[in-house]
């Protein structure tokens, strides 16, 4: 079965910067578009960015657009989400998933196989 597995978070303080990487021991993820969501605390699932398999399609939620940026490198079968500029609001765990659909539309019911997630936590 499908499984990821999320890195790359931490803390940093605001305006910091820091890259997730999403990548599968189980499976090559290269067929497969790769959405990025994240949860914070009391607040429901969101989606942050998603690239399609050949890294030619992407979409950005508008609350990161300008700020974070997506891209894979299916040699190293792994999909990171460069974060850049941070506010203590994207602080969240941030998880990666399969788009079912194939697509780069940031619907949560349209993913499958999350991962275990990585916190990321913005503050000074």
């Known amino acids: 079965q499908l499984q990821f597995v999320e890195s790359g978070g931490g803390l940093v303080q605001p305006g910091g910067s820091l890259r997730l990487s999403c990548t599968s021991s189980?499976?090559?993820?290269?067929?497969?578009?790769i959405g990025w969501f994240r949860q914070a605390p009391g607040k429901e699932r969101e989606g942050v960015s998603c690239?399609?398999?050949?890294?030619?399609?992407?979409a950005y939620a508008d609350s990161v657009k300008g700020r974070f940026a997506i891209s894979r490198d299916n040699a190293k079968n792994t999909v990171y989400l460069q974060m850049n500029s941070l506010k203590p609001e994207d602080t969240a765990v941030y998880y990666c998933?399969?788009?079912?659909?194939?697509?780069?539309?940031?619907?949560?019911?349209?993913?499958?196989?999350w991962g275990q997630g990585t916190q990321v936590t913005v503050s000074s």
């Open positions: 690239i399609n398999s050949s890294g030619g399609s992407t």
């Open positions: 998933a399969v788009n079912l659909r194939g697509s780069t539309l940031l619907q949560s019911d349209l993913y499958a196989f």
């Open positions: 189980t499976y090559g993820l290269q067929p497969y578009a």
